[in-house]
T-cell receptor, first 113, second 114 residues
Framework: NAGVTQTPKFQVLKTGQSMTLQCAQD?????MSWYRQDPGMGLRLIHY???????DQGEVPNGYNVSRSTTEDFPLRLLSAAPSQTSVYFC????????????FGPGTRLTVL | AQSVTQPDIHITVSEGASLELRCNYS??????LFWYVQSPGQGLQLLLK??????LVQGIKGFEAEFKRSQSSFNLRKPSVHWSDAAEYFC????????????FGTGTRLQVTL
């Protein structure tokens, strides 16, 4: 199994540009989540999904859109990038059991100029 | 709302010395607690987790943590630190009693001197 994969690893955008961060998992996990990591703030939940077709907002959802058309994929969209969205983004997945472990991808480092 | 506090931003220990990283949480019910480690430029790896039962939890790489409800703490320990343990460590609590929506602490960066 590849686990949780994220592309790209690095990305530089200009303010106002749009892009999609890709996340895929091959473990047939029902739950998937997006977090952002900023210095001195730990990780904060952006959006999450409990299954295909079902998404919900986390702690910091503004400026981000998600959809979940398949079990495997959970893309994160930035419609109009802002410098405040400069961060490292992590995707995670887990099974639906209440005590199952959450697995993280390697991250995408995004810089918005 | 739940929260996690890691009071130590940066800790330096000598190789072979013991280690304790502090974590305090705020949560109304029985928490689901986690410790993750992040090496530079890498994703997060689960060290250990607590859901219920024995309050002393064993994890990977020789780490353990003890859940103390009376102190709202879940401190991470290792009896003898190796240079490869240098990394950033995050404590997290599962929201609403789940392991999915995690609230993280701000992390403790561990430096190991030889």
């Amino acid at each position: 199994n590849a686990g949780v994969t994220q592309t790209p690893k690095f990305q530089v955008l200009k303010t106002g540009q749009s892009m999609t961060l890709q996340c895929a998992q091959d473990m047939n996990h029902e739950y998937m989540s997006w977090y952002r990591q900023d210095p001195g703030m730990g990780l904060r939940l952006i959006h999450y999904s409990v299954g295909a077709g079902i998404t919900d907002q986390g702690e910091v959802p503004n400026g981000y859109n998600v959809s979940r058309s398949t079990t495997e994929d959970f893309p994160l969209r930035l419609l109009s990038a802002a410098p405040s969205q400069t961060s490292v983004y992590f995707c995670a997945s887990r099974r639906q059991g209440r005590t199952d472990t959450q697995y993280f991808g390697p991250g995408t480092r995004l810089t918005v100029l | 709302a739940q929260s996690v506090t890691q009071p130590d931003i940066h800790i330096t220990v000598s190789e072979g010395a013991s280690l304790e990283l502090r974590c305090n949480y705020s949560y109304g019910a029985t928490p689901y607690l986690f410790w993750y480690v992040q090496s530079p430029g890498q994703g997060l790896q689960l060290l250990l987790k607590y859901f219920s039962g024995d309050t002393l939890v064993q994890g990977i790489k020789g780490f353990e943590a003890e859940f103390k409800r009376s102190q709202s703490s879940f401190n991470l320990r290792k009896p003898s630190v190796h240079w490869s343990d240098a990394a950033e460590y995050f404590c997290a609590v599962g929201q609403a009693g789940t392991a999915s929506k995690l609230t993280f602490g701000t992390g403790t960066r561990l430096q190991v001197t030889l």
